[in-house]
């Protein structure tokens, strides 16, 4: 890209991006404000762009080693990558190292579209040089490995048109594997599960819940699923609500004592999509508003956190 093509308005961003993260934070803090809200994922792929034509140097790479700013660094940095690469990358870092992280992996491959985990695994495949599902059938166990993988098969059903009338068929199908028997039908259920696409998954759940008046999680938590139960329970869960489920992991988060970078990364990550969904399912869990919660955490505002609130609030709203 030749600097002399390239648009004043990305010139600009970039400017302010490097100005501000190098210590001239005063005179950016508003235009930190619009570029960090009010952007496009196709603008910050532009600015990406320019950055390295301007620096010669990768803005991501740049955003990562910032110690002083590094709440607001992280927010830049998860609003600038482009989504698909952001889950490959947090999909490898939670599976790589000594405990699996779980919670990350089920919220990416439970919350993306068929399109979306299709573009995971391909940014995945480009930049590890490895399979997301042989990592993840590898590093997982049990159930779990077996209804990820189930999901991770599902990703090759894309483009298809939900079909109320088959998800009635499978509902019933579900149905059967749970009730009829001493003992679920597993093998049922994960082939229904591997075999549909994430909208058509949504279509099963909902009609399984108008055929028989309760959410599919209700028959799981009988006695008789156990083991097998329990772990399908939060994946089905969060397939089916998954503003509810990040709801959760906020809660656990503010319990927990580390809710400053779970409301980055929540925040971040599910502006334009579901945040609004999010924002309603946490405070009728808690009765706290997400804004008051993001306000109470970044109250000190030292390092850039007074903006780091300002942001989040934004795009809260």
Known sequence: MATSHISKKYVSDCQHLQHYFSGNEASSSKKMMEILTSRKPEDYKLIRQTYSALYNSDLLYMLSGIKRHKNLAMV??????????????????????SCVDLNTITEILCTRSTLDLQNVRQAYLTKYNADIGQDVVLKTNGNTKEVFRAILNSTRFSGARVDASMAMCDAKMIYEAMESGKSIDRKTIFSIISQRNSGQLKAILQAYKQLYGHDFSQSLKQTKSGEFGKELLVIIKCIQYPEKHFAKQLQRAVEKG????????????????????????????TGWSLESLVRSEFSNTENGNGLVADVLVGLLK
């Open 76 to 97: 830049a940095y998860l609003r600038i990558c482009e989504p698909h690469e952001r889950d490959a990358q947090s999909l490898r870092g939670g599976l790589v190292g």
């Open 258 to 285: 580390s809710a400053q970078e779970a409301l980055i990364r929540v925040v971040s990550t599910r502006a334009g999509s579901d945040i609004k969904g999010i924002k309603t399912a946490f405070s009728a869990k």
